[in-house]
């Protein structure tokens, strides 16, 4: 989430990526996408980019992270 809300949309699996946002394996990106499309949390576009249903969650993700 913290990548999506810093603008990445796309390039999840990309080793950089992975590294930067601790996104462990390509496998794990997958596991977590999939899960958040079924929470309503992101969508994807026709393009392959990730956006969130909601633009104000992306906004709280930026400012407060997803660390609780």
Known sequence: MNAVA???????TRKNILKKYRLETS????AIKKSMISRDLI???DDGSIMFCDPI????????GTTF
């Not at 810093?6 to 999840?12: D, E, I, K, R």
């Not at 496998?27 to 997958?30: E, G, L, P, R, S």
């Open 43 to 45: 969508y994807t576009e």
């Open 27 to 30: 496998a794990n990106v997958q």
């Open 57 to 64: 969650l992306g906004l709280w993700i930026k400012r407060y």
């Open 6 to 12: 810093n603008g990445v949309t796309q390039g999840f």
